[in-house]
């Protein structure tokens, strides 16, 4: 049995963001996925939704002082090897998040900028966007928009590839030091490709689109993929690759559950 943090060699994850009491995204997409990946999970919580797999019924944001609170109670004994945010919902959460990210100077830290859930319920406030920008991206090493999302972060239409690779660019300028856009959305019926850059070099993964309802908690997963794996020491090509591969599997495993959009499975 190991007795204290030094003697454990177990890579430990934070996931900073919503829950989804139908166990299909946010914080329970987070842990699944960590606790597949064999890291250690642990959770702040910034909203609890009342949600399934027909959509987003209510939501319930977290006070700042808690959010604050859970971030430093892990802060302050346990530590983390990496972090992602996910949902954050409004500006002031935001603010407090990125004020504690700085306080621990977590290196890995991943973005998944949450805004819509797929059936439509907002999940950041308009007037947060600003300071998801301006505050909580400089402190990213990884982003990961999908289409709408790095339209919203840019200013944007993202039509083509190259308006991909011009939206990274973009991204890249705010200070985030790796951009992921998915591309699950884009209008390609065969393939889905996301693109990687690092500030110099831009890299591609190309899978099978799959045709399926039940691909609820996606990006989630992707971004926890991402982050599990930077937490046991992988670099952002290798984490991104990982994350590729994962989803792709969740998708196709995807679990139909309930009336409406199922979940992609976290043990693929
Ligand atoms: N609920 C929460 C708490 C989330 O964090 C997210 C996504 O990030 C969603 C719902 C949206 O899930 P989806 O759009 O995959 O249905």
Redesign the pocket.
């Known amino acids: 049995l190991k007795k204290s943090t030094e003697e454990c060699e177990m890579k430990k994850a934070l996931t900073i963001?919503?829950?989804?009491s139908g166990g299909?995204?946010?914080?329970?997409?987070d842990l699944k996925t960590f606790q597949e990946l064999e890291v250690y999970g642990m959770s702040a919580l910034t909203?609890i939704?009342a949600?399934n797999t027909l959509?987003?019924h209510a939501v319930y944001p977290m006070t700042v002082e808690a959010v604050a609170k859970q971030i430093e109670a892990i802060g302050h004994d346990i530590g983390t090897d990496a972090v992602k945010t996910?949902?954050l919902f409004s500006a002031e959460i935001i603010e407090a998040v990125s004020e504690q990210l700085e306080k621990y100077q977590w290196e890995n830290v991943v973005v998944?900028p949450?805004m819509?859930?797929?059936?439509g319920?907002s999940?950041l406030q308009q007037e947060a966007i600003l300071s998801m920008k301006k505050n909580l991206l400089p402190l990213a090493k990884v982003v990961t928009p999908n289409i709408p999302e790095a339209e919203v972060l840019t200013g944007m239409v993202i039509r083509t590839f190259e308006d991909k690779k011009e939206a990274a660019k973009r991204l890249y300028e705010i200070g985030v030091k790796n951009i992921v856009i998915k591309g699950g959305h884009d209008e390609n019926k065969s393939e889905s490709t996301d693109l990687l850059f690092d500030g110099a070099e831009f890299y591609t993964f190309t899978s099978k689109r799959i045709q399926t309802r039940n691909?609820?908690?996606?990006?989630?997963t992707f971004s926890a993929v991402i982050t599990a794996e930077l937490a046991k020491g992988s670099n952002v090509y290798q984490a991104v690759l990982s994350a590729k591969d994962f989803i792709q599997a969740a998708i196709e495993d995807g679990i139909a559950i309930g009336q409406g959009?199922g979940?992609?499975n976290h043990w693929a």
């Not at 819509?116 to 059936?119: N, V």
């Open positions: 963001a919503g829950s989804d299909g995204a946010g914080i329970q997409a909203a939704t949600q959509g987003v996910g949902m998944d949450v819509i859930a797929k059936g319920a999940l691909t609820h908690g996606t990006g989630c959009h979940p992609t």
